[in-house]
């Protein structure tokens, strides 16, 4: 039994998540790109899910940091993460997404590959948590796994997602067994039901950062 929400436990899970999502390291980059847009003159940073901490890691190479709040759910990622990182501006919180108590703490908000694991309402507590958290005219970026709009896109999509994974080393029975992940273990939603739930939330724009495959980056603008 993993100590994650994710396919992987802890101690694997940055050399599996490479194998498994196609230009991961991307999101990262388009992360940066876009905050940089912003110009924060003191960037405060929720992470939320942050696994072992990656996002934490290019935002320090990147940013000029007054403080940065590694959060997860998992004790075990959460204790990586701090092996990391020993610097006076970073924080560390095991909590569920969804039991957040922040209210207008931070300008930056990220969540890659979060989401998806909630179910529907779920997502709504979450994705509202992270609204109250956020400073007026604050950011809020997420990548996610979305769901095509027709059985017939998701059936060619998870196709071309096992067979990119078997060509980064994975055997056919792990490709299969992680497509069967879909619907069970996480639960995408479509791109525009994704939007929706963000404007819904009362982000003042809502669009969408990047696009390949599956997997969607989206922001939004308290």
Same mark, same amino acid.
């Given at each position: 039994?993993?100590?994650?929400?994710?396919?992987?436990?802890?101690?694997?899970?940055?050399?599996?998540?490479?194998?498994?999502?196609?230009? $991961?390291?991307?999101?990262? +980059?388009?992360? @940066?790109? !876009?905050? #940089?847009?912003?110009?924060?003159?003191?960037?405060?940073? /929720?992470?939320?899910?942050?696994?072992?901490?990656?996002?934490?890691?290019?935002?320090?190479?990147?940013?000029?940091?007054?403080?940065?709040?590694?959060?997860?759910?998992?004790?075990?990622?959460?204790?990586?993460?701090?092996?990391?990182?020993?610097?006076?501006?970073?924080?560390?919180?095991?909590?569920?997404?969804?039991?957040?108590?922040?209210?207008?703490?931070?300008?930056?908000?990220?969540?890659?590959?979060?989401?998806? $694991?909630?179910?529907?309402? +779920?997502?709504? @507590?979450? !994705?509202? #948590?992270?609204?109250?958290?956020?400073?007026?005219?604050? /950011?809020?970026?997420?990548?996610?796994?979305?769901?095509?709009?027709?059985?017939?896109?998701?059936?060619?999509?998870?196709?071309?997602?096992?067979?990119?994974?078997?060509?980064?080393?994975?055997?056919?029975?792990?490709?299969?067994?992680?497509?069967?992940?879909?619907?069970?273990?996480?639960?995408?939603?479509?791109?525009?039901?994704?939007?929706?739930?963000?404007?819904?939330?009362?982000?003042?724009?809502?669009?969408?950062?990047?696009?390949?495959?599956?997997?969607?980056?989206?922001?939004?603008? #308290?």
């Amino acid at each position: 039994m993993n100590d994650n929400k994710s396919a992987f436990s802890s101690i694997e899970y940055d050399r599996k998540i490479k194998q498994t999502l196609p230009y $991961y390291e991307d999101f990262y +980059e388009q992360v @940066i790109e !876009l905050v #940089k847009l912003f110009n924060y003159n003191a960037v405060r940073w /929720l992470d939320i899910g942050c696994g072992t901490g990656k996002m934490g890691s290019v935002a320090f190479e990147n940013l000029e940091l007054e403080r940065f709040v590694f959060n997860d759910s998992s004790d075990e990622m959460i204790k990586i993460a701090k092996e990391h990182f020993k610097c006076h501006n970073a924080e560390f919180s095991v909590c569920d997404i969804k039991k957040l108590a922040y209210t207008n703490e931070f300008n930056i908000i990220t969540a890659i590959q979060v989401n998806h $694991y909630l179910h529907i309402d +779920e997502r709504k @507590i979450a !994705l509202q #948590k992270c609204y109250e958290a956020l400073e007026k005219n604050g /950011l809020f970026i997420s990548f996610e796994n979305f769901a095509p709009f027709t059985n017939f896109g998701k059936s060619i999509y998870l196709e071309k997602w096992k067979r990119y994974q078997m060509k980064q080393g994975k055997s056919l029975e792990e490709c299969e067994n992680h497509i069967k992940r879909y619907g069970k273990d996480y639960f995408p939603i479509s791109l525009s039901e994704n939007v929706e739930l963000m404007r819904n939330c009362g982000f003042k724009a809502v669009e969408i950062l990047w696009l390949s495959n599956m997997q969607v980056g989206l922001w939004g603008i #308290k």
